[in-house]
């Protein structure tokens, strides 16, 4: 059977209604969201947090960027790296104006809002119905790009080699085979009557070795950017590619934008699946399944996502390293790969024994530190960095320092086991120095892991990351942190383009109003870079 006639005999599910009646969100309402994966930012205006992260979407009037809060820290993040729970009733406060938001249908054209359902069948109903809808949305996707994209650039033996289509596609063909087998055995166990009474959790399970091919395609993204980058700096490719998405009728994204889906799709599995084994009574027959099948897609995704999260992060580094002035010594990616934790905290070392404000930067084998401009507190300047390999945490207690004479509070230090050069440091409150003890911890765990796998970044990405980075201009006389999102362009989920919308007749900044937003000109403006 060909890649086309497997299309064709492809179940067409009809379109969901949405499950909750759309409503008005109102400036005290809490939406909860739930990382897919990380967003890792040396920006203070924007919010960093892990996959698995549960955020508080404060602010949802810019379709790309929303502003979030976790714990006490609040800031912006791309909404594409979030899914909203389907059922948002968790820490929620009672209250008159409180409106959660609920799932839409990627074939509906407003966001559904409204009160936390109470009935476990309806809310497992939702969750089962956001994973049909979501999966014949995602083979529509990988059907454009295998007939709309791959099968046209086959046809250009002047334009592509086969080895540049393979570096480029992967076996994104296998994912599409594979994914609609999936999808036809979801549609059998699919009730169209009762969707609560649903058995999907063993059609995990009978194709849980299948979801290994995406470690295949995963692993050779990096690589098809970097083909596509290289090739785009001809204009007879760019014409090409936006012909070929023109004559599939494709939705307005590039290319690198499409074959992204694979990897984010496969790390929104545990996600789906976690929330519908919440909603799943334990004497329902589909529990034990679901259970399972939660465990099998964690832990393809976990390997996953780990390298991609870690490869994604250089070029993030990159620009990060180029917005710092006064940059001395070796790049940070001779040594590093990953940002850990920052943050601001008064030191003091041990030779000069003055008490200096300073922002530190974590990674992997070293520590970056950093003085803020006196007048653009947006603006670093490079001050030093702290080989981790050659020190030790020790933590200390609140109290008179011998070694320094000075009184401490919510104080560490870095001792160094060869010279004994000790530095000392003050978090301003005590959660952040457990913060900060808890990184230190992570960052010597990751070093370990990375050796004994054998984990490295290869000199080409490094060059490419180098290649990439850029300085994004910025605009003066903006003073308020959440008046203006950053106007740089979000990273692309095409799987969630459209999905997201307020109803007809309601205005975007209505949807979730913020009290700077009123008379503000909106205007393009560069993100802070490392503030």
Partial sequence: MTLRESTESLPCFPPFAPTVSSKLITGDSIV????????????NRELAFKAGDVIKVLDASNKDWWWGQIDDEEGWFPASFVRLWVNQEDGVEEGPSDVQNGHLD???????????????????????NEIMSTERHYIKHLKDICEGYLKQCRKRRDM???????????????IYRFQMGFVRDLEKQYNNDDPHLSEIGPCFLEHQ????IYSEYCNNHLDACMELSKLMKDSRYQHFFEACRLLQQMIDIAIDGFLLTPVQKICKYPLQLAELLKYTAQDHSDYRYVAAALAVMRNVTQQINERKRRL?????IAQWQASVLEWEGEDILDRSSELIYTGEMAWIYQPYGRNQQRVFFLFDHQMVLCKKDLIRRDILYYKGRIDMDKYEVVDIEDGRDDDFNVSMKNAFKLHNKETEEIHLFFAKKLEEKIRWLRAFREERKMVQEDEKIGFEISENQKRQAAMTVRKVPKQKGVNSARSVPPSYPPPQDPLNQGQYLVPDGIAQSQACPSPNLKNLNWKQRGGDSAS
């Fill in 209 to 212: 070795d299948g979801f290994w």
């Fill in 32 to 43: 909860s969201a739930e990382a897919v994966w990380d967003h890792v930012t040396m920006a």
């Fill in 160 to 174: 592509f080699s086969d080895e540049q289509l393979k570096v480029i596609f992967g076996n994104i063909e296998d």
């Fill in 312 to 316: 994604e992060n250089i070029d993030k």
């Fill in 106 to 128: 990627p074939n509906s054209d407003c966001l559904c809002l409204g009160r936390p359902l109470q009935n476990r069948d309806q809310m497992r109903a939702n969750v089962i």
